[in-house]
């Protein structure tokens, strides 16, 4: 089983920035093998996806993220990070860290970092 634990969020002004974390529990072998994301969803609207990474390191971005946010990972520490720069008001909502697990072909589910982007 596997246990996702994000944490990082916060109020921040527009252009600041935050670092998300999502901290894993159970084997760091298939942490290591696994594809993490970043999911968002804002109030009234579904969740959608901000960022991937590969268990190779292999990074994809939204649209809407692209040169501002970075995905990145640490196996040793089984955790998954998200640094994201120059915040807008339409970046606030609940990120959700998401693991695929690549042998049970699982998708696992933190419980959500609340993100608030306001002046």
Known sequence: QVQLVESGGGLVQP??????SCAASGSIFIF????????????GKQREL?????AGGRTNY????????????DNAKVTAYLQM????PED???YYCNLFHPIRQDDYWGQGTQVTVSS
């Open 85 to 88: 720069n120059s915040l807008k």
């Open 62 to 73: 939204a649209e809407f993220v692209e040169g501002r946010f970075t995905i990145s990972r």
């Open 92 to 94: 606030t909502g609940v």
């Open 32 to 43: 290591s093998i696994a594809v993490m994301r970043w999911y968002r969803q804002a109030p």
């Open 50 to 54: 901000v960022a991937t990474i590969s």
């Open 15 to 20: 252009g600041g920035s935050l670092r998300l």
